[in-house]
């Protein structure tokens, strides 16, 4: 017997070589049922530690999303979280992280919506599911990173248009005589 249980590689998870051993001539191990009971204790005491840790996830969603503000770049910025493309259909969906200005308040927002729509729907962070919170969460360092560089390249616009406008004050001037201009 020991020889037939060496044909099983033990880098084969344990689900899949107990699927494997009874066609080696092995008896399958069936794993402890537990009751209902049971289940419904384990359920209880998970649904707690869950709620606990989402609670927490929250909180630290909401403290990122202050560190966002206290910036007031007041710069929008996207990145991609996920996209889901049908096989049937040629649709492209996606879903995004956003920290930009909604409704009159800057914060963290879900974008989701076909990649053709010009107005996916967009909502709060903290209204969304906890798996896209979750998605969002390890996105914050590269959301981050594209807000910087966002505010770097307006920074560079910014001072190039108050240069055109002092450039167009300067030749108005100086088509009136006042002096100043070239």
Known sequence: MARKRALVPPS??????QALLPRLGEKK?????????????????LAGKMNAATDALNDALAAAEEQFNTLNLGVPVWVNLET?????????????LGYCKHDGQ??????????????????????????????????????????????????????DDVDDVLHFVDMARSARGEGGGE
């Open 84 to 96: 889901d493309v049908d096989d049937e259909f040629p649709d492209v969906w996606e879903r995004a």
């Open 12 to 17: 084969i998870e344990s689900a899949a070589a």
């Open 106 to 159: 800057w914060g963290f927002y879900m974008s989701w919506g076909h990649v053709q729509d010009p107005h996916p729907s967009i909502t709060p962070l903290r209204q969304s599911s906890r798996r896209v919170r979750q998605l969002a969460a390890k996105s914050l360092q590269p959301l981050m990173e594209k807000l910087i560089a966002q505010a770097n390249r307006s920074l560079k616009d910014l001072v």
């Open 29 to 45: 191990l069936e794993p402890e049922k537990k009751s209902m009971p049971e289940l419904m204790a384990e359920g209880q005491k």
